[in-house]
């Protein structure tokens, strides 16, 4: 049944040539649109389709397919010919399922591994060829601010800030906000101008930390790892304000990731993944430490067999363990509640619901060249039959 999510700019329209624009689902007798958000991230591929309403959205469709488009990528700048056919296979699949809902607005963002790959672009360019989906790769200010907009409704009513740990496959951004100004400027000033005092991106993501790390036994590990995280959340010059301010008021903070749902789901020891279960409950640090003493202590086998890890997401829970580990040493006093939201939530209500951006004036045929495309992409119109 699809869910309505209680939360959360973007591209040039763009409407394919004979293509036909298909509806969303009848609500009082009129035809609502639908919008979707794809993130390209350096471990995953995700699509998320909504309706909006109200202030918020109703979801009709969600996927998640893991790439691995920043495999190896920490070693040689470049991402590599097998994660690039893995991540344009999964964006065939998300492009079927678009065209499936005949959605309207899309939106489409690639991050870190993106960012880092002095192949980045050319990659990008080769996705729109092969599937008519435009990609822009946003900065790391642009993602954390996203991620703080589609976790703001986890914000507890009398907290007066917020840190949100973001923890990404190639990167994690921490976000100092404040709590008192997102309520007062109400949900509109939250999409103008999301209220963040400090934030930093940080070069630490599971993918990348577990690289690093990956010609020792997970034993011999671990504890470097979180040296190695502990050493990297120190580098930030705003973690003693956040410290101070985490142990003396009602702050709190939010871990937005796969690795902190799936640590969420073995301290409730779900016998399979629910939502309704993880989003927005809260783990002490006393309670996370246990849970990921057990993720050490069942090895690699044992945390397969678990039913909300699996194979997939296995073999990255200690690397992301250790950054969790690491921040909560960095505020002991820090309660976190658990967003399985984030990103996408946030590219949805920032495009349904946040400042419409002027449309560009039109060019004439004179302005471009034969067969120019473009690659940095704003909100697409339709999706393509062709590619």
């Given at each position: 049944m699809p869910q309505v999510i209680n939360?959360?700019?973007?591209?040039?329209?763009?409407?394919?040539?004979?293509?036909?624009?298909?509806?969303?689902?009848?609500?009082?007798?009129?035809?609502?649109?639908?919008?979707?958000?794809?993130?390209?991230?350096?471990?995953?591929?995700?699509?998320?389709?909504?309706?909006?309403?109200?202030k918020t959205f109703r979801v009709v469709d969600s996927h998640s397919q893991i790439a691995r488009l920043g495999e190896g990528l920490h070693e040689t700048g470049r991402l590599s010919?097998?994660?690039?056919?893995?991540?344009?296979?999964?964006?065939?699949?998300?492009?079927?399922?678009?065209?499936?809902?005949?959605?309207?607005?899309?939106?489409?963002?690639?991050?870190?591994?993106?960012?880092?790959?002095?192949?980045?672009?050319?990659?990008i360019r080769r996705v729109h060829e092969?599937?008519?989906?435009?990609?822009?790769?946003?900065?790391?200010?642009?993602?954390?601010?996203?991620a703080t907009i589609?976790?703001?409704?986890?914000?507890?009513?009398?907290?007066?800030?917020?840190?949100?740990?973001?923890?990404?496959?190639?990167?994690t951004e921490l976000s100092w906000v404040d709590a008192r100004a997102a309520r007062e400027n109400g949900f509109k000033g939250l999409l103008e101008h999301a209220p963040i005092l400090d934030w930093t991106s940080l070069p630490l993501?599971?993918?990348?930390?577990?690289?690093?790390?990956?010609?020792?036994?997970?034993?011999?590990?671990y504890p470097?790892?979180?040296?190695?995280?502990?050493?990297?959340?120190?580098?930030?010059?705003?973690?003693?304000?956040?410290?101070?301010?985490?142990?003396?008021?009602?702050?709190?903070?939010?871990?937005?990731?796969?690795?902190?749902?799936?640590?969420?789901?073995v301290h409730l020891k779900l016998d399979r993944y629910r939502r309704d279960k993880v989003d927005g409950?809260?783990?002490?640090?006393?309670?996370g430490l246990a849970a990921i003493k057990l993720l050490r202590d069942v090895g690699m086998d044992g945390r397969i067999k678990l039913p909300t890890i699996g194979n997939e997401r296995a073999g990255l829970m200690l690397s992301g363990c250790a950054i969790v580990d690491a921040v909560w040493e960095a505020c002991p006093a820090g309660r976190l509640r658990v967003a399985d939201r984030g990103l996408r939530e946030g590219l949805l209500l920032s495009m349904m619901y946040g400042p419409k951006k002027p449309k560009p004036r039109r060019r004439g045929r004179r302005g471009r060249k034969p067969g120019q495309t473009q690659t940095g992409g704003d909100d697409q119109k339709g999706i393509q039959d062709g590619g």
């Amino acid at each position: 049944m699809p869910q309505v999510i209680n939360l959360g700019h973007t591209m040039a329209d763009k409407k394919a040539p004979g293509t036909r624009e298909k509806r969303g689902a009848q609500r009082n007798g009129k035809t609502a649109p639908l919008f979707a958000a794809v993130d390209l991230g350096t471990n995953n591929c995700r699509l998320l389709v909504a309706e909006p309403r109200g202030k918020t959205f109703r979801v009709v469709d969600s996927h998640s397919q893991i790439a691995r488009l920043g495999e190896g990528l920490h070693e040689t700048g470049r991402l590599s010919d097998a994660a690039i056919e893995r991540a344009i296979d999964a964006l065939r699949n998300i492009r079927k399922k678009l065209k499936q809902h005949g959605v309207g607005r899309v939106r489409c963002i690639a991050t870190e591994a993106c960012r880092k790959a002095a192949n980045g672009a050319e990659f990008i360019r080769r996705v729109h060829e092969e599937t008519g989906l435009t990609f822009k790769i946003i900065g790391a200010k642009e993602e954390a601010r996203l991620a703080t907009i589609g976790c703001h409704d986890l914000i507890e009513p009398n907290a007066s800030s917020v840190l949100v740990v973001d923890i990404g496959g190639g990167s994690t951004e921490l976000s100092w906000v404040d709590a008192r100004a997102a309520r007062e400027n109400g949900f509109k000033g939250l999409l103008e101008h999301a209220p963040i005092l400090d934030w930093t991106s940080l070069p630490l993501g599971v993918v990348t930390l577990s690289e690093a790390f990956a010609h020792l036994d997970e034993v011999e590990a671990y504890p470097l790892m979180l040296d190695h995280a502990r050493q990297t959340i120190a580098s930030w010059p705003g973690i003693a304000a956040v410290r101070e301010a985490m142990a003396e008021s009602e702050a709190h903070m939010i871990g937005t990731s796969g690795t902190v749902t799936c640590l969420a789901g073995v301290h409730l020891k779900l016998d399979r993944y629910r939502r309704d279960k993880v989003d927005g409950t809260w783990l002490s640090q006393e309670d996370g430490l246990a849970a990921i003493k057990l993720l050490r202590d069942v090895g690699m086998d044992g945390r397969i067999k678990l039913p909300t890890i699996g194979n997939e997401r296995a073999g990255l829970m200690l690397s992301g363990c250790a950054i969790v580990d690491a921040v909560w040493e960095a505020c002991p006093a820090g309660r976190l509640r658990v967003a399985d939201r984030g990103l996408r939530e946030g590219l949805l209500l920032s495009m349904m619901y946040g400042p419409k951006k002027p449309k560009p004036r039109r060019r004439g045929r004179r302005g471009r060249k034969p067969g120019q495309t473009q690659t940095g992409g704003d909100d697409q119109k339709g999706i393509q039959d062709g590619g």
